[in-house]
C-alpha cells in the first residue's frame, strides 16, 4: 500500500494588513484587550483578492515546491466554507486558475477542521492506488461574513490561503488520521446562508459568524487532548516521539491551555497567530508551509489538529 508524502507546501496571505490599533478606530477595543485575550496581534483582510484566487496562490507556490506540473493534478480538494459561489465549487475555480485540466475537484466544509478532514480524505485516495497525487488546500475570506461591529468575534479572524500537495511514495508521510463530530453542539459556532428561509428580513446580517466563545474554548480544551492522545495510544509512541504539534491557530490562549494540560512543553506547539488571526481551515497549512521556510519539518513527525464549527476536531500524524 503506498504512503502519501506531502512534497510541497505553500501559503498566502493579503497585502493589507490590520493592526489591533487599526480595529481600535472602529470599535471599543485596544491592543492590549485583543492581545492579552487571544495572542493575536494583526490579521491580513482581502480587499481585492477572492477565496479562490488565495487558493490558487498558494496552490502554485505548493505546486512549484514539489516541482510538479499542474497539468498533472488529479485530484484537488478545497476545504471552505467561504466561498463567492455557492456552486461551482471553489475547486473547479481552482483547477481553472492553475490550469489542473485532468483533476477531480470538489470542495469540503468542516470549518476551522476542514484541512485535517481534507488531507484525511485525499489520504484514502492516494493508498488505494485510486490517484497518485492530490491538492489539498485550505482558504478563507472570512471578513466578508464578520460582524465587525461585534469586537467578540471580529478580532479574532484573518483571510488566507494555505496548500499541499500529497504524493504517492514507500517510505513515509501521512501515518494516521482521526477525525470526529459533535453535531448536536453546531449551535455553539455557525453562519447561515444568505439565501435562507427568511428571504425577506429587514437586517441584512443574518449570514454573519455566530460564535459562543466560552463553549467552543471548553469544547477545543476537553477534545483536543483527548483525540491527541488517542492518536499516539494507536500508534504506539509518545508525547516525546513528536517533533512538533502544529494546532489550529484560534486562540493562543486554548494552545497554552491544551499544552498545559498534557504536560508539554509549548516550545513543541507552533503558534503563528499573532500575525495572521484565525484563518479557519488555512490557519494549518499556512502554519506548515511557514515551517518548511524556515527548515523546521524535514525529517520530523508532526501532528496536525483542528477543531472548528459542527462541532468538528480531528488530527493526522505525518512523517515529513
Given amino acids: 500500500m503506498k504512503i502519501a508524502r506531502i512534497s510541497g507546501i505553500g501559503h498566502y496571505v493579503p497585502e493589507l494588513k490590520v493592526s489591533n490599533n487599526d480595529l481600535s478606530t472602529m470599535m471599543d477595543t485596544n491592543d492590549e484587550w485583543i492581545h492579552s485575550r487571544t495572542g493575536i496581534r494583526n490579521r491580513h483582510i482581502a480587499v481585492t483578492e477572492t477565496s479562490f484566487e488565495m487558493a490558487g496562490y498558494a496552490s502554485l507556490r505548493a505546486l512549484e515546491k514539489a516541482e510538479l506540473d499542474p497539468k498533472n493534478v488529479e485530484l484537488i480538494i478545497v476545504a471552505t466554507f467561504s466561498g463567492e459561489y455557492a456552486t461551482p465549487s471553489m475547486a473547479c475555480l481552482v483547477q481553472k486558475a492553475i490550469g489542473a485540466s485532468k483533476a477531480m475537484c470538489f470542495d469540503l466544509n468542516a470549518a476551522c477542521s476542514g484541512f485535517v478532514y481534507g488531507i484525511d480524505v485525499a489520504d484514502q485516495f492516494i493508498k488505494t492506488g485510486k490517484y497518485k497525487n492530490a491538492l489539498v488546500i485550505g482558504s478563507e475570506k472570512l471578513s466578508q461574513i464578520l460582524d465587525w461591529e461585534d469586537r467578540s468575534t471580529c478580532v479574532l479572524f484573518g483571510d488566507g490561503a494555505g496548500a499541499v500537495i500529497l504524493e504517492a511514495n514507500d517510505e513515509f508521510g501521512i501515518i494516521d488520521s482521526i477525525n470526529y463530530a459533535i453535531g448536536e453542539a453546531f449551535e455553539c459556532l455557525y453562519a447561515k446562508n444568505v439565501?435562507?428561509?427568511?428571504?425577506?428580513?429587514?437586517?441584512?446580517?443574518?449570514?454573519?459568524?455566530?460564535?459562543?466563545?466560552?463553549?467552543?474554548?471548553?469544547?477545543?480544551?476537553?477534545?483536543?487532548?483527548?483525540?491527541?492522545?488517542?492518536?499516539?495510544?494507536?500508534?504506539?509512541?509518545?508525547?516525546?516521539?513528536?517533533?512538533?504539534?502544529?494546532?489550529?491557530?484560534?486562540?493562543?490562549?486554548?494552545?497554552?491551555?491544551?499544552?498545559?494540560?498534557?504536560?508539554?512543553?509549548?516550545?513543541?506547539?507552533?503558534?503563528?497567530?499573532?500575525?495572521?488571526?484565525?484563518?479557519?481551515?488555512?490557519?494549518?497549512?499556512?502554519?506548515?508551509?511557514?515551517?518548511?521556510?524556515?527548515?523546521?519539518?524535514?525529517?520530523?513527525?508532526v501532528i496536525i489538529a483542528g477543531f472548528g464549527a459542527g462541532l468538528t476536531y480531528g488530527c493526522s500524524l505525518i512523517q515529513f
Fill in 195 to 301: 439565501g435562507n428561509k427568511t428571504p425577506f428580513y429587514e437586517e441584512q446580517n443574518e449570514h454573519k459568524l455566530m460564535m459562543n466563545g466560552q463553549d467552543v474554548f471548553q469544547f477545543a480544551c476537553k477534545k483536543v487532548p483527548e483525540i491527541l492522545y488517542e492518536m499516539m495510544a494507536k500508534n504506539q509512541i509518545t508525547q516525546e516521539d513528536v517533533d512538533y504539534f502544529v494546532l489550529h491557530q484560534a486562540n493562543v490562549r486554548i494552545v497554552s491551555k491544551i499544552a498545559k494540560r498534557m504536560k508539554i512543553n509549548m516550545d513543541k506547539f507552533y503558534v503563528n497567530m499573532e500575525a495572521y488571526g484565525n484563518t479557519s481551515a488555512a490557519s494549518i497549512p499556512i502554519a506548515l508551509s511557514e515551517m518548511s521556510e524556515e527548515g523546521l519539518l524535514t525529517g520530523k513527525k
